[in-house]
């Protein structure tokens, strides 16, 4: 018996050994891994202009490799076919980085499990914008203040993509609730939005993930322009903000645009997105039916919005995560100058870009620069031909006619984000979550699985299987009792 117990005693400190030096070297492996994945940040783009404005970031950041310090990270470009393939490549570790619309960051987290790590603010800082519904002035008699919003009913409607939250998730829920929008199928509420709606443009409305039996009409594409492969898909000359105030705009093919007011101060008020279309020409219809300027969002809107994220997948570490949101602000600081024609610049202390000495620049200071900026701020003119350029590069300007390229072009910079294991709620908070379950017939408890920190996973593994290990060699023990 002794020697049995000599020998059980011996099975024990051999498995010790071997789980304390695999879990060594996995350690060891691991953290190579993780420097070498800290090294490369594939961003995802979705069209060949965001490809190109990448690739410009990821030279502009390889020539200022120094500015960066311990930050730096190279950058690569890869392009997909639209925001949901983006997601994908980032679940299964294709890509990086990606930046979403908040209503995508509500799909990247309940289908992709993606979460937020920088959120865009504008103006002074704000972290939202203003969903708001723009018309032609004058038209669409029947929505009247003793009407309310039941005159839309019939309007041919330009959105910038199924599952946008500014741009559909908003209207539709606010129509659902005051506009007498009936639920024809609460698993599908494109197909309300179809009984509801003249011929439209909702990007998006005919894939998948929106069409799960493939049966939804092709009502809510005709108004959109691309040609075949690409209309009514996010390439649609008629996808995105800018694009939904397009479709407004030529040949007078829409009734009323849902945007952002960001979209107006940058697509409208600009003069330099629509071909030099007044604003004077168009107005904004409030939910109670009323009209206002196109400037008046503030006070005429159908909700306020959070702004738009960066996405990484749940996978990934919190060094990894922190590794991320380092560059990023390290961009900003580098790139990171606010479009002249956003309305309310970024002036603010605690939000103005700072110098390599973490000082905030002021007027006269930035004067200073003008002949030569380390961070590459004033080497070009907004009124000039700035993406022509090649030395040049700023996050948050896009070469008109276009607009919002990667960046939302209104920002003024990003801030970080804690981590979170509810994206979607992160983000959008409480109550426009519940609208934007309401709009996908989502339950109300739905929620967004996380991966596990990697590490965290590997070493309860090891604990498990350990564990197990020692429960067999006690039980081998008592047999032999």
Request: charged share 20%.
């Amino acid at each position: 018996m002794a020697a049995v117990y000599s020998f059980v005693i011996l099975l024990l400190i051999g498995f010790g050994e071997a789980y304390y030096y695999n879990d060594n070297l996995s350690q060891v492996l691991l953290q190579k891994e993780k420097e070498k994945n800290l090294e490369l940040v594939t961003w995802c783009t979705t069209s060949v202009l965001e490809q190109e404005k990448c690739e410009k970031l990821a030279k502009a950041v390889m020539q200022d490799k120094g500015l960066f310090g311990d930050d730096y990270r190279e950058i690569a470009c890869k392009r997909a076919f639209d925001t949901e393939d983006c997601m994908i490549w980032v679940d299964q570790g294709e890509a990086t980085l990606l930046a979403l619309d908040a209503g995508e960051v509500y799909i990247a987290g309940r289908y992709h499990s993606l979460v937020p790590i920088a959120q865009e603010l504008y103006g002074n800082g704000e972290p939202y914008q203003y969903s708001v519904a723009v018309v032609r002035k004058g038209s669409l008699p029947s929505v009247q203040p003793s009407t309310g919003l039941h005159g839309l009913r019939g309007a041919r409607a330009c959105f910038p993509g199924v599952g946008a939250l500014a741009g559909w998730v908003m209207p539709v829920h606010i129509l659902m609730q005051e506009g007498g929008l009936k639920i024809t199928d609460c698993n599908n509420h494109i197909k309300s939005a179809v009984d509801y709606f003249g011929d439209s443009c909702a990007p998006n409305s005919l894939k998948d993930i929106y069409n799960p039996i493939g049966d939804n009409p092709d009502k809510l594409c005709k108004l959109c322009s691309g040609g075949a492969g690409i209309r009514c898909t996010l390439a649609d000359p008629y996808a995105g903000y800018e694009g939904a105030l397009k479709c407004l705009v030529d040949n007078n093919s829409g009734d009323i645009a849902f945007v952002r007011d960001t979209t107006i101060q940058h697509a409208l008020l600009s003069h330099k997105i629509l071909g030099g279309v007044s604003e004077d020409s168009f107005e904004l219809i409030c939910r109670d039916g009323s009209r206002a300027p196109v400037t008046s969002w503030e006070k005429c809107n159908w909700g306020r919005i959070p702004a738009d994220a960066v996405v990484t997948s749940s996978a990934a570490s919190q060094e990894q995560r922190k590794s991320y949101q380092n560059l990023l602000q390290k961009m900003v600081q580098l790139y990171g100058e606010p479009n002249p024609s956003n309305k309310n610049p970024n002036n603010t202390f605690g939000q103005q870009n700072r110098d390599q000495y973490g000082n905030p620049f002021s007027s006269t200071e930035r004067d200073s620069y003008d002949t030569y900026d380390p961070y590459r701020r004033n080497r070009f003119n907004y009124d000039d031909k700035q993406d022509n350029d090649e030395n040049s590069f700023s996050m948050f300007f896009s070469q008109p006619p276009y607009a919002d390229l990667i960046f939302s072009d209104a920002a003024v910079r990003l801030k970080p984000l804690a981590h979170s294991k509810r994206s979607a709620e992160t983000i959008a908070g409480p109550a426009l979550l519940r609208a934007a379950r309401i709009v996908s017939c989502d339950a109300p408890q739905a929620s967004y699985y996380v991966a596990p920190d990697p590490e965290f996973l590997s070493h309860s593994y090891r604990t498990y299987i350990m564990g197990h290990v020692l429960a067999i060699t006690l039980f081998m023990v008592v047999l032999m009792q």
